[in-house]
Nanobody, 123 residues
Framework: QVQLVESGGGSVQAGGSLRLSCVASGWYNFGRTCMGWFRQAPGKEREEVAAIDRYINTRSADSVKGRITISKDNAKRTLYLEMNSLTFEDTGMYYC????????????????WGQGTQVTVSS
């Protein structure tokens, strides 16, 4: 059974940094498919923060461009999200997701989701 377990969230002051991790177990395709980070703030819709495909091509939301880095370690089956210069608007539950395709298409391609890790940024 595939499990995605996020960690690294917490409370941080504005301007601070966090590094989120997502460990995949039971997912033999790790490294071969697209994986992404999503977030959902209270009262808002879930949005994709960043994604990385099999070929290490990445994309990120305009709201975080220049402040985040998505990466993965295939040997450790771990996906990372490095976030810098955090603002209050970055507050939310952050989810890791895995797709079944090598490339990152639309959100319908994500088939596995983690339970999330909370990020709270105080001003």
């Amino acid at each position: 059974q595939v499990q995605l377990v996020e960690s690294g969230g917490g409370s941080v002051q504005a301007g601070g940094s966090l590094r989120l991790s997502c460990v995949a177990s039971g997912w033999y395709n790790f490294g071969r498919t697209c994986m992404g980070w999503f977030r959902q703030a209270p009262g808002k819709e879930r949005e994709e923060v960043a994604a990385i495909d099999r070929y290490i091509n990445t994309r990120s939301a305009d709201s975080v461009k220049g402040r985040i880095t998505i990466s993965k370690d295939n040997a450790k089956r771990t996906l990372y999200l490095e976030m810098n210069s955090l603002t209050f608007e970055d507050t939310g539950m952050y989810y890791c997701a895995a797709a079944a395709t090598p490339g990152c298409g639309n959100w319908n391609g994500y088939i596995y989701w983690g339970q999330g890790t909370q990020v709270t940024v105080s001003s």
